[in-house]
């Protein structure tokens, strides 16, 4: 059992503000992930949690055992790291038990725990091989291998995969989720740049902002699906959320939206009569959006196709935007270049941001 808590965690570097009033429970049997762009903190708060990095205010515990001023040997927490950082004079099986004979732990205690994680990991025909007879992939689970002999109460990724190739990383983030399944009830909180990893591991998503702290916790759909802020809306997900801006022309249930350059918007966010008039961005996402001969929330020129072979992507002129509009569709549209085209979405699909901030939270 490894219940974690973070209450009011700040970490600064002198006048640097890193992380802000971190708030966090963590339960037993959850894989948390944390994603955010580059300077967010995400690896500084898993550090922090390992004991590598000393938390500036608030408080850390693990079974309401506080942790701040324990040393990382004795907070029962494995890391695996970026590097796989594998001794490469010693074999796949003295690698995964050299934590256990600095711990003295007996010869069969060993080969049991060594057993044990070789057959979760299938590192079996490998166990007396060196590192650099071995795949990146299984490097990787080696250093896994590592951490799970020791049962930890608490396993710790930082960016285990960004060091493999495109093929390599979706075998070994597999893997993962499969190694997950096989230990249900052990606790992991997983760093990754990679929203692909972030949306198919985790249990819960953590989604930091740079020196702001937590901009939203969910799950993978909850965060997709019902963003509280401009921030998620455009973090999760891949192109980002479309954000045009508009004016409420109706409100109640369904909400009309006058979208700039003279589309209309149709939404399920219920507003009031007090919103009537108020400037708003309308949020929608690029899969979202479908080509139509009437009403249309957009209308604007193609200037730019991906052809993807089972979606293409629509990138629109910018006439005066800072990115431009983005439309994904369903198969293959070569001839769409250079043409104006008319976009809409159902009103359940299209969310509305006033100062940066969903309505559907208010």
Same mark, same amino acid.
Do not use: W
């Given at each position: 059992?490894?219940?974690?808590?973070?209450?009011?965690?700040?970490?600064?570097?002198?006048?640097?503000?890193?992380?802000?009033?971190?708030?966090?429970?963590?339960?037993?049997?959850?894989?948390?992930?944390?994603?955010?762009?580059?300077?967010?903190?995400?690896?500084?708060?898993?550090?922090?949690?390992?004991?590598?990095?000393?938390?500036?205010?608030?408080?850390?515990?693990?079974?309401?055992?506080?942790?701040?001023?324990?040393?990382?040997?004795?907070?029962?927490?494995?890391?695996?790291?970026?590097?796989?950082?594998?001794?490469?004079?010693?074999?796949?099986?003295?690698?995964?038990?050299?934590? !256990?004979?600095?711990?003295?732990? *007996?010869?069969?205690?060993?080969?049991?725990? &060594? /057993?044990?994680?070789?057959? =979760?990991? #299938? @590192?079996?025909?490998?166990?007396?091989?060196?590192?650099?007879?071995?795949?990146?992939?299984?490097?990787?689970?080696?250093?896994?291998?590592?951490?799970?002999?020791?049962?930890?109460?608490?396993? !710790?990724?930082?960016?285990?995969? *960004?060091?493999?190739?495109?093929?390599?990383? &979706? /075998?070994?983030?597999?893997? =993962?989720? #499969? @190694?997950?399944?096989?230990?249900?009830?052990?606790?992991?909180?997983?760093?990754?740049?990679?929203?692909?990893?972030?949306?198919?591991?985790?249990?819960?998503?953590?989604?930091?902002?740079?020196?702001?702290?937590?901009?939203?916790?969910?799950?993978?759909?909850?965060?997709?699906?019902?963003?509280?802020?401009e921030f998620v809306a455009q973090f999760i997900g891949s192109p980002a959320m479309n954000l045009i801006p508009g004016e409420?022309?109706?409100?109640?249930?369904?909400?009309?939206?006058?979208?700039?350059?003279?589309?209309?918007?149709?939404?399920?966010?219920?507003?009031?009569?007090?919103?009537?008039?108020?400037?708003?961005?309308?949020?929608?996402?690029?899969?979202?959006?479908?080509?139509?001969?009437?009403?249309?929330?957009?209308?604007?020129?193609?200037?730019?196709?991906?052809?993807?072979?089972?979606?293409?992507?629509?990138?629109?002129?910018?006439?005066?935007?800072?990115?431009?509009?983005?439309?994904?569709?369903?198969?293959?549209?070569?001839?769409?270049?250079?043409?104006?085209?008319?976009?809409?979405?159902?009103?359940?699909?299209?969310?509305?941001?006033?100062?940066?901030?969903?309505?559907?939270?208010?």
């Amino acid at each position: 059992m490894a219940d974690l808590k973070l209450t009011n965690v700040q970490k600064s570097y002198g006048e640097v503000k890193v992380l802000k009033d971190i708030n966090l429970d963590i339960k037993t049997g959850e894989l948390i992930v944390f994603v955010g762009p580059s300077g967010c903190g995400k690896s500084t708060l898993l550090r922090m949690i390992a004991g590598l990095e000393k938390i500036t205010s608030g408080d850390f515990t693990i079974d309401g055992e506080r942790m701040n001023d324990v040393p990382p040997a004795q907070r029962g927490i494995a890391m695996v790291f970026q590097s796989y950082a594998l001794y490469p004079h010693m074999t796949v099986r003295d690698n995964m038990s050299f934590a !256990l004979k600095i711990a003295k732990k *007996s010869p069969e205690e060993i080969d049991a725990a &060594v /057993a044990k994680a070789a057959k =979760i990991l #299938q @590192l079996e025909p490998y166990l007396d091989r060196l590192p650099k007879a071995l795949s990146g992939g299984q490097r990787q689970r080696v250093a896994i291998g590592r951490s799970i002999v020791r049962d930890p109460k608490v396993y !710790l990724f930082d960016e285990p995969l *960004s060091n493999l190739d495109a093929a390599l990383r &979706v /075998a070994t983030r597999i893997e =993962i989720a #499969q @190694l997950k399944e096989a230990m249900p009830n052990s606790t992991m909180i997983y760093v990754t740049h990679d929203q692909v990893e972030a949306m198919t591991l985790a249990t819960r998503i953590v989604v930091l902002t740079v020196g702001q702290g937590i901009g939203q916790v969910g799950t993978p759909l909850e965060l997709y699906e019902r963003p509280q802020n401009e921030f998620v809306a455009q973090f999760i997900g891949s192109p980002a959320m479309n954000l045009i801006p508009g004016e409420i022309i109706e409100t109640g249930a369904m909400t009309t939206i006058r979208v700039d350059g003279g589309g209309i918007a149709r939404s399920t966010v219920p507003t009031v009569a007090s919103d009537m008039g108020r400037k708003v961005n309308v949020g929608v996402r690029p899969e979202d959006l479908t080509i139509t001969q009437g009403e249309a929330v957009y209308e604007g020129k193609v200037e730019i196709i991906e052809a993807l072979g089972e979606l293409t992507q629509l990138y629109f002129e910018k006439n005066g935007r800072e990115t431009p509009l983005i439309a994904k569709l369903a198969g293959i549209h070569p001839e769409k270049r250079h043409k104006v085209i008319k976009l809409t979405a159902v009103p359940e699909k299209v969310h509305i941001f006033a100062d940066g901030q969903s309505l559907l939270y208010r």
